[in-house]
């Protein structure tokens, strides 16, 4: 991983997260416990911060950014698919964000809700908890049932124990 050190903030990253080699943290991010970001994956909390909850994962690729009006707040247990652009917004807890999906400036999405593979957020939706959303530009498409909204908890749970291992393999900072 690359930290970089912005004179007015650094990031802080909890002992037992996983950040892997060639993800690059900037300025104000906060990582929470057994959280991971992966290959790839660029913070930057350059004019804002980021926080990434405890037992959330931020998958290969992805770029998390903020605004000066908006951080970039993740909830806990959030699975953040692969490419995925989450930009000054906030996650609520047990979310699943799919692969390629855009959620843009002031959403606020709600718990428990799984937000389709290459969704785009439009800027200030709001997400209420416990929905699907599919589409560009995204629309609420139904509640999600019990099941479904346990699957979001089951994968970020995978995460927690594949980031020990990769832990474990030396492939972090």
């Known amino acids: ?97 799919g692969m390629g999906a855009i959620v843009m400036d002031g959403a606020v999405i709600g718990a428990r809700c799984v937000i389709a593979a290459g969704a785009l957020v439009t800027k200030g939706m709001v997400v209420p908890d416990g929905s699907l959303v599919m589409g560009a530009p995204a629309k609420v498409v139904r509640a999600l049932s019990e099941e479904e909204q346990e699957r979001n908890v089951a994968l970020a749970a995978k995460y927690v124990e594949s980031s020990g291992r990769f832990k474990e393999l030396g492939y972090e900072i």
Do not use: Y
């Open 1 to 97: 991983m690359k930290r970089f050190l912005l004179p007015e903030h650094a990031p802080e990253i909890d002992a037992s997260a996983f950040v892997a080699k060639g993800a690059v943290v900037v300025g104000s991010v906060k990582i929470g416990a057994r959280a991971s970001v992966w290959f790839g994956c660029v913070l930057r909390g350059d004019i804002n911060h980021i926080e990434i909850g405890p037992e959330s994962n931020v998958q290969d690729g992805t770029i998390v950014h903020v605004s000066d009006d908006f951080a970039a707040v993740v909830g806990a247990r959030v699975s953040i698919g692969h490419r995925a652009i989450i930009h000054a917004c906030t996650i609520g807890d047990e979310t699943l964000v």
